[in-house]
């Protein structure tokens, strides 16, 4: 699609302009010890975000999309699972899509039937994106981690009136649908600054104008409104990946805008993650 095929040259392009111009002497080096028993984190610091004495930081995103709502804020805090599966406790972690981008949490060692991970993740929120899908995974040392529960969350109509809401909701996996448990999730929504997007434009059209029209054809297609799903279409591709909801399956399908090509494709990078 154009907004896809405009976002990764303009994140290149961008990418470029922002690049270091010279290498930091730490560069590629791994701290050879970690900090003592004495050497307090800072407050709020998660240790679990801490390896050998660095805590991880979050990417900078530098350009913000085309056909974006605004920025969404997602507090992943905690889950109650019904089961746990396994001879040990498990190790759970979360595996989160919004739109096109699939976000991780840290994996919450010998967390079992109640996982806590306190993470927060910030995204931009493409337009018609009505939810999110989330699955939770225990982490296997010998084998592939397995799912075990799941759940498409439809985004409370109240963030966008700059409310933040605090929910529990249900989760879905063997034990049957709403049948694994809960997760706690705290949302929130910020519009973006126009005089924000002017400028970007504005970079843009002077770094390469073909991207700039690609942009804009992006938006002309969205400004034609969601695309109606046909629940055959749906089957069709439900007996091709039958390890993957209905409901995202549909959700891929109106995201790539009834473009069944690029709904496979997407399919096979879910399900092979």
Known sequence: MADEKANLKARILLDEATCLTEIPDDFLRIPVSAPSSSQALPPGVDPRLVLNGIQYQPVRQVYIPPNTRGRLQIKLTSARLTKNYGFVRMD?????????VVYETPTHTNGGKNPQWNCTLETYLPINVE????????????????CIA????????AIFNQETIDEWYPLSGRQGEAQEGVINLIMSFKEIDP???QRQQELV???DPELAAAIEASKQEIRQGPVEIKDEDVSDMAAMFPNIDAEVIKAI???KRGNKEAAVTALI???TE
């Open 92 to 100: 759970p972690y979360i595996r989160v899509r919004v739109g096109n």
């Open 131 to 146: 939810s999110i899908y989330l699955q939770i995974f225990d982490e296997r040392s010998f084998t592939d981690d397995e």
């Open 150 to 157: 799941w759940s498409r969350i439809v985004l409370p109509q």
């Open 195 to 197: 005089a924000t997007l």
């Open 205 to 207: 059209d002077q770094i």
């Open 253 to 255: 399908l109106e995201d």
């Open 269 to 271: 990078e879910l399900s």
